[in-house]
Structures are given as structure tokens and as C-alpha cells.
């Protein structure tokens, strides 16, 4: 059963309680949306919960718990009877070196930033397909464009649903559902602070530290709000992009990065022919 253009969507965000998940729960809303908000603590959501008239649905979902999602992503369909718009939005991140990142770290990471994307896909394509129609947002980062000193876990996570973003995509358009990877710069959110793992600093790092630090104190972060309206813009239109870089310094970055990267491959060429 496909959705009437006149019917407000139904969306399902997860990491809706602060930061960009709630800057995008906030515009769904205020465009007249239905939400389901999850996140492993709600109680920030209270206050758009009681000024919704029903139209906000929030309860606490860990999404590294395979068999949590799949129940909680039936709840949620249970709540208004379908769903429109899936965002893949909860996520944290490991900062420091690839050496000193802990194995704990490292899976803990990995469960949330990408195995718990991973599981909300595996379970929301089937209701999706059913009803023959959805839209899949995976918020990834620009970062998933290479890695770069202490981020690399973090890179490494969204790369990781970057790829598989792309195959889910070419997966499901036959069924009525569309992909979009979001690519966000750096946004002022809980990310680096609440949403942040750090590893034990080895003394080794310390002037690579000191020389990162200066080049992070130079970055302006934006409003989360100006995301959102973009991501409100995406959600409208028929043929949506597969990948968008959110923020004009990020849309810089990764072109420079894909620049760079396009023309190391050219200087190799003739070894790569070589080989066969």
C-alpha cells in the first residue's frame, strides 16, 4: 500500500534525543509528520512528546541489540501502521590512534555505528518492501571519504555503511525503496562530548596530538538545524541523491579528497596495468 502525497510520513530516527536526530525529529514534526523516535535515552524527547498531540512516539532502543531492533522497529510500524522515512542516525565516536584503540573499544564502536545501521536496514526492508514503497537515510559523515589521524575507528565505521548503503540501494530500488548516505561536516552536537570514547593517550603521539588539536580548534561547527531542512528538502523529491555531503567546508574537503585521490590513481597507472 503505497502512501497518498497528502498523508503526512511516518519516520523512524533513531539517536532522536539530542543532536542532529533531534534537529531532524523536530522538522519532521513541524512539517506535519508522524515520528518514532528511539534512542537509549528518550527522556530528552518529554518535551516534544507532550506538544505533539500524538504525533511523537518515543521509546529507548540500544541499537546494537539485534533482537531489541527488530522488535523495536516493529513497534514502531505497529504505531501508525507504516513507515516512510527510516534514518539511520544513532552513532558515537573512538578518538585517538589505531594503536591504541582497545579491542572492547573497537567492537563496542563498530556495534553501534554500524552493526546497529545494519540491523535497523535488515529489519525495516521487509515492511518496506511490503508496502512497496520507503526512503532509507544512512547518516554517515564525511569522514567515511578516508581516514585521518585519531579518527580512524570512526572512519572506518561509517566506510563500512557507506558500502553497504550502496548495495542495500541497488537491493531494494526494484522494490519501491530508496537509499540516501548523508555526508555531514561538523555540526554542533553531543557528538564529542557525550557520544565520545577516548583512548589512553601513548606519549609517542603527542606531537601529532598537539598539531591536530590546532587544526580542530580552526573548525566553525554549524546548526544542526540547517541539516535538517536540507534532509526535509531530500525526503521531497522523487529521485533523491544516493550520497550528499552536508556543509560547504565538508562538500570541500571530500571533493578535494576524491581530487587528490583521483589523481594519485592516474600517477599509478602504468604500475597498475603491469600487474595484469
Known amino acids: 500500500m503505497t502512501r497518498d502525497h497528502t498523508d503526512p510520513r ?40 507532550s506538544a505533539s498531540g500524538g504525533r511523537l512516539v518515543a521509546f529507548p532502543l540500544d541499537v546494537a541489540d539485534r533482537q531489541a531492533v527488530v522488535a523495536g522497529v516493529r513497534r514502531a510500524f505497529a504505531e501508525f501502521g507504516r513507515l516512510d522515512v527510516v534514518v539511520n542516525n544513532a552513532g558515537g565516536v573512538v578518538l585517538g590512534m589505531v594503536e591504541e584503540v582497545t579491542e572492547e ?3 563496542a564502536h563498530l556495534d553501534t555505528n554500524f552493526f546497529g545501521a545494519l540491523w535497523v536496514d535488515q529489519a525495516v526492508v521487509p515492511l518496506l518492501r511490503e508496502q ?76 601529532l596530538r598537539t598539531w591536530l588539536h590546532g587544526l580542530w580548534a580552526e573548525s566553525e561547527d554549524c546548526d544542526p538545524r540547517l541539516a535538517a531542512a536540507v534532509l526535509m528538502r531530500v525526503v521531497d523529491l522523487p529521485e533523491p541523491p544516493k550520497r550528499l555531503v552536508l556543509g560547504g567546508t565538508a562538500y570541500d574537503m571530500v571533493g578535494q579528497l576524491a581530487q587528490s585521490r583521483a589523481d594519485e590513481l592516474a600517477k599509478w597507472e602504468h604500475l597498475s596495468r603491469e600487474a595484469g
Open 132 to 207: 512497496g514503497s520507503g526512503h532509507i537515510v544512512q547518516v554517515s559523515s564525511m569522514g567515511s571519504a578516508g581516514g585521518f589521524a585519531a579518527t580512524g575507528l570512526y572512519s572506518a565505521g561509517k566506510a563500512a555503511l557507506d558500502a553497504v548503503s550502496e548495495a542495500l540501494a541497488m537491493e531494494v530500488e526494484r522494490f519501491g525503496i530508496k537509499v540516501t548516505i548523508l555526508q555531514p561536516g561538523g555540526y554542533r552536537t553531543d557528538l564529542f562530548t557525550r557520544g565520545l570514547t577516548m583512548t589512553d593517550e601513548n606519549p609517542a603521539y603527542a606531537p
Open 105 to 107: 573499544q573497537a567492537r
Open 10 to 49: 511516518t519516520w523512524f530516527i533513531t539517536g532522536a534525543s539530542r543532536g542532529l536526530g533531534r534537529a531532524f525529529t523536530e522538522a519532521a514534526l513541524a512539517a506535519g509528520d508522524r515520528v518514532v523516535g528511539v534512542a537509549r535515552d528518550v527522556t530528552p524527547l518529554a518535551d516534544l512528546v
